[in-house]
């Protein structure tokens, strides 16, 4: 288990409502896509760690976001064991690409793309100088990995910074070996960084959107269709199987208009108008009135957290 585990981030969720709900555009959509690409290698590379119990033997700690001299960077994933801090950038890149002089590329189309070395390099530097500045001093030793098993990279360079996917069960067996004796200092560390954290707001870079354009329903909590079918207390869809209870779906859903409408009042009527479910006015009231705190009374009623 992570000391700081990883979710996904917020701009991915609006992204993934506002899919469903309205028409992204071409670039809109592609970069939603990547988001979720990134995010299911990183998952991947979780559950490696989990699997070799690195993430029990010494701190690891996920999805930082931090700010040394003004300038913000990111981690996706890093340990702290007793001798090195070890930050990893994870990429999730799929098919072949090639390396000419300092530069990767994608084959199919010669493309180059920004080096994630040099993305590793910036991170680990702005990591080594936060720390120092903070009054700690550690080593720092980072790697790129690339996760994805059909990524191959032609004319590789030789670079043990570099983890190629067949190489992920013995840097985890690696890592797995080294010392783990951790003190309070090195819990200060991981609390200090963990109090640094300070997520991005995603709304100053999304595609402009109301209230009115988006399409009402309860959509699926696997695939976004909103081809779903009540039967009792549980909600059925019918693209994909998928079950849950009424109940979480309407949470969730409120959940979901929250996220998109920060500051939204949550009133009984529009959560009947953002599900649309209709039938369920007397369902919908007493869920809202299980989990919320009810703010008024009559027509002026609102429900909060
Ligand atoms: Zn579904």
Known sequence: MSFKPRTESDEMRILRSLNARTDLSAVEKQHYLYLVKGYEGEVVFDEMA?????DSKFYKLDDLQLECNNTSFQIDSLFITQQTIIPCEIKNYEGNYYYEKGNFHYCLNKKMISNPLHQLNRGETLLRQFLQQNGFHIPVEGYLNFVHPAFFLYQSPFNDKIIYPSQHPRFFKELGTRPSKLNDQHRKMADFLVMSHKPV?????????????????????????FLIVIKGKTIICSACGAEETVNAAVMRSVEELKLLFPGIKITANTVIEWCNIKEYKRKIRRILLTNYKRIGRGKYTYYTV
């Open 50 to 54: 989990h699997t070799a119990g690195v």
């Open 201 to 225: 707001s995603p709304y100053g870079k999304l595609p402009p959107y109301t209230y009115e354009q988006l399409r009402k329903g309860i959509i699926c909590k696997c695939c976004q269709s």
